[in-house]
Every structure is written in C-alpha cells, then in structure tokens.
C-alpha cells in the first residue's frame, strides 16, 4: 500500500502518541488492526482523544468504513477516495480528517515509540467508535 499516512502494524498506544503529540484535531493515519487480521483502522484526534473506525475490504477491492447500526453504508473504490469524502466535514466521522501524519520509514518496519503520553489525555475502555450518521 503505497500510502504516506499508513503506518502498517502501528500499535493503538503508539498511533495516539503520533495524533495527540501536536494537539491539533483531524490529526489522522491509517493502520492494520490490532485486533482483526485483515482491517485496516482510520484513527482520528478530536479533543485530546483518538477515535477509530474500521475499514473493511469487499470482495472486488472496494472498501466501506464501519457505521453505526441504521446508517447506510459507504463504500468506495480505493482508499484515497474513501481519505477524500471523510476530508470534507459532516460525514459522519466525529471530525473531518485535516492533516495526514505520514510516516517517517518503512511501515512494516514500525518499532515500538519511546514517546510518552504523560497523561495528556485520557482514552475510554472502548477500542472503536461508530460513525455518525
């Protein structure tokens, strides 16, 4: 995936370092999920905390973003498509997405960050959010 802001193997402490160290909103990177081989996860910052939604990939290489239950689902061609509709403002994502955080290697490289949250912010229990409608 030749994407600047996907981070691969990314952990979930390590991505909210990387999205909460500049203290800007719609900060955003895509990564694999920890917990779902084969999803990949849109992390996002909004108010000194990382929202995450899945991204699912369909049988003809289109992808859809996990929504909240009642809401239609979005699917779209590619990726770079997908990172364009939620650019935009009031599309159902808790904030739009303003400045990718590229990564600096290779992803598949990713070692474990040595930065520290010192408690700037505090996450819930819950790894996902849903989008809004």
Request: with cysteine.
């Amino acid at each position: 995936m030749d994407l600047p802001y996907y981070h691969g193997p990314l952990s979930k402490r390590d991505c909210e370092t990387l999205l909460l160290k500049e203290g800007v909103d719609g900060n955003y990177l895509l990564r694999d999920s920890e917990s779902m081989p084969g999803v990949l996860c849109l992390c996002v910052s909004f108010k000194n905390f990382v929202y995450t939604y899945r991204i699912f990939k369909e049988k003809h290489g289109y992808f859809h973003i996990q929504t909240a239950e009642g809401v239609r689902r979005q699917i779209f061609p590619n990726l770079k498509e997908l990172i364009s509709k939620f650019e935009e403002p009031h599309q159902g994502l808790m904030f739009h997405l303003v400045k990718p955080i590229k990564r600096t290697g290779s992803c598949l490289r990713w070692r474990r960050s040595k930065i520290e949250l010192d408690g700037i912010y505090e996450n819930s229990g819950s790894d996902y959010v849903d989008v809004l409608p």
